[in-house]
């Protein structure tokens, strides 16, 4: 019933997470009907942020100078590094502002139905900056999922040789629970009461 232009823009609105067919029609209908206000800055905003943001060769967060504003802020403590699944892990436990310390994103974890690899992640960075850095304290902040808790597992028998202490988040992490999705109050309580793992 569409243009060819119409249904592609509903197709690639449709792969956004949360967004449905259904969605995406509806909004590619209101951008469609207010191309002036409403599509035209966003196609602009799309360019420009496409051009400008980075990936932090350090950590793997997103911000448009590398390294990002966390591994270049000196106030914050770079003997403390919390292992997460992705950027929005970041952007969540940021929120909470009750972390100080650097961060090392993953970018996924361990999965067998997926076929991820410890080859596939950003392990092998993660221990070369642990040495480099001089970090006393691992936080391993990943999904208490079962391929969450096998990464951290994973990780806790691979960093075990290096002098390194490891702790998990704790209390207020509910079984199969996403960090992005956990309120700010739930994720703090997790941050100060993590447990070490490995002594």
């Not at 350090?58 to 990002?68: A, E, M, T």
């Not at 361990?110 to 960075?125: C, E, F, V």
């Not at 480099?132 to 990780?155: K, N, R, S």
Request: aromatic share 4%; charged share 25%.
């Amino acid at each position: 019933m569409n243009s060819p232009e119409i249904n592609d823009l509903i197709r690639i609105l449709a792969r956004l997470p949360g967004v449905g067919p259904r969605s995406a029609r509806r909004l590619a209908l209101s951008l469609l009907e207010d191309r002036e206000k409403a599509m035209k800055p966003l196609m602009m905003q799309l360019e420009k942020t496409y051009t400008a943001i980075k990936t932090c060769t350090r950590c793997g967060n997103l911000d448009s100078h590398d390294p990002c504003g966390i591994c270049g802020d000196t106030r914050r403590n770079r003997k403390l590094l919390c292992v997460v699944e992705g950027i929005a892990d970041i952007w969540a436990i940021e929120r909470t502002r009750a972390f100080d310390g650097m961060y090392h994103v993953l970018g996924g974890v361990l999965s067998a139905i997926d076929g991820i690899k410890p080859d596939d992640l950003r392990i092998n960075q993660l221990v070369a900056r642990i040495h480099e850095e001089g970090t006393e304290e691992l936080v391993l902040a990943l999904a208490a999922t079962v391929d969450g808790q096998t990464t951290a597992h994973y990780l806790t028998d691979r960093l075990g040789p290096i002098n390194v202490r490891i702790s998990k988040l704790a209390h207020g992490m509910p079984v199969g629970g996403e960090l992005d999705y956990l309120d700010d109050s739930t994720l703090t309580t997790a941050l100060r009461a993590r447990t070490s793992v490995n002594r």
